[in-house]
């Protein structure tokens, strides 16, 4: 009697197990695609909502504008040799792109274009 008792616990187990295992299957899926993509990405890519900072290209820059890199960098403040691993909270303000631009000779789109920054939103008054 222990015997079957035994027998029936383990059954009811391995059954419950399987329909959990099954139910877990099957709502991956119905997951979109995309989703599952993007839940496997590389580790090194910044968690969501965070925004990784590309480099610019300066030399490609002051080429689309005329002028040397070194007289881009100057009119925007850029160090020559900006230090490695800068720390997050001691960035330089934002240039002033409109007297870089006029320092340069260009307008100001035509600055924020050739160095590939988005336009900034207005400000809210």
Known sequence: MKISQALVVTA?????????FT???QANAEAPLHQIAQATDAP???PQGQRRRRRIDFAAAAQKLGVTEAQLKDALGVP???PNGADRNGRPPRPDFAAAAAKLGVTEQQLTDALGIPPRPPANR
């Open 12 to 20: 009811i187990s391995v059954l419950a197990g399987t329909l959990v």
């Open 23 to 25: 139910s877990l299957n």
């Open 44 to 46: 090194n890519q910044p």
């Open 80 to 82: 020559a040799n900006p």
